[in-house]
T-cell receptor
Framework: NAGVTQTPKFQVLKTGQSMTLQCAQDMNHNSMYWYRQDPGMGLRLIYYSASEGTTDKGEVPNGYNVSRLNKREFSLRLESAAPSQTSVYFC?????????????FGPGTRLTVT | GQQLNQSPQSMFIQEGEDVSMNCTSSSIFNTWLWYKQDPGEGPVLLIALYKAGELTSNGRLTAQFGITRKDSFLNISASIPSDVGIYFCAGRPAAGNKLTFGGGTRVLVKP
């Protein structure tokens, strides 16, 4: 099992450009999440999907959109990138049922907006 | 919103030492999780706690779910160089799947 995979690993954008970050999990998890991590800080939730077909805003959703394409895949889109969106982006998944709220993370996408 | 205060923000370890860190919240949590993040990688789950008072070990790591449900502690015994990294706590409230993360404790090796 690969767990949670993310593409690309690195990306440089110019202000105003758009891009989509891809995430996939092979653990048959119900819930998926997108976080951003800024230098010296913890993880802040951007959007999450509690189950296939649903998405909800997290703590810092402005400037982002998401799509839960199917149970495996959850993408994050930046429509018009801004320098403030320079960050490391992590995708995570969890079973989200019973006691299984443990989230498992991908390796991250390092995004620089110039 | 909910906030988790993690302390210390950073610490130096010497090989063989025991180290401790903690996480406190103004709100009650039903789940506490501890993660470790190495440079350039995603956080890796170390320990999950589901009951108040629970004490759980994973090798040299031991974590406790505080009785008040507003705090959690992580201890590393007999530290080794590969313990260097950033340790994050995360808490989940009674309802929903979302986690709130602490700011992290950066563990460094004493020069």
């Amino acid at each position: 099992n690969a767990g949670v995979t993310q593409t690309p690993k690195f990306q440089v954008l110019k202000t105003g450009q758009s891009m989509t970050l891809q995430c996939a999990q092979d653990m048959n998890h119900n819930s998926m999440y997108w976080y951003r991590q800024d230098p010296g800080m913890g993880l802040r939730l951007i959007y999450y999907s509690a189950s296939e077909g649903t998405t909800d805003k997290g703590e810092v959703p402005n400037g982002y959109n998401v799509s839960r394409l199917n149970k495996r895949e959850f993408s994050l889109r930046l429509e018009s990138a801004a320098p403030s969106q320079t960050s490391v982006y992590f995708c995570a998944s969890s079973d989200g049922t019973g006691n299984s709220y443990e989230q498992y993370f991908g390796p991250g996408t390092r995004l620089t907006v110039t | 919103g909910q906030q988790l205060n993690q302390s210390p923000q950073s610490m130096f370890i010497q090989e063989g030492e025991d180290v401790s860190m903690n996480c406190t919240s103004s709100s009650i949590f039903n789940t506490w999780l501890w993660y470790k993040q190495d440079p350039g990688e995603g956080p890796v789950l170390l320990i999950a706690l589901y009951k108040a008072g629970e004490l759980t070990s994973n090798g040299r790591l031991t974590a406790q779910f505080g009785i008040t449900r507003k705090d959690s502690f992580l201890n590393i015994s007999a530290s080794i160089p590969s313990d260097v990294g950033i340790y994050f706590c995360a808490g989940r409230p009674a309802a929903g799947n979302k986690l709130t993360f602490g700011g992290g404790t950066r563990v460094l090796v004493k020069p």
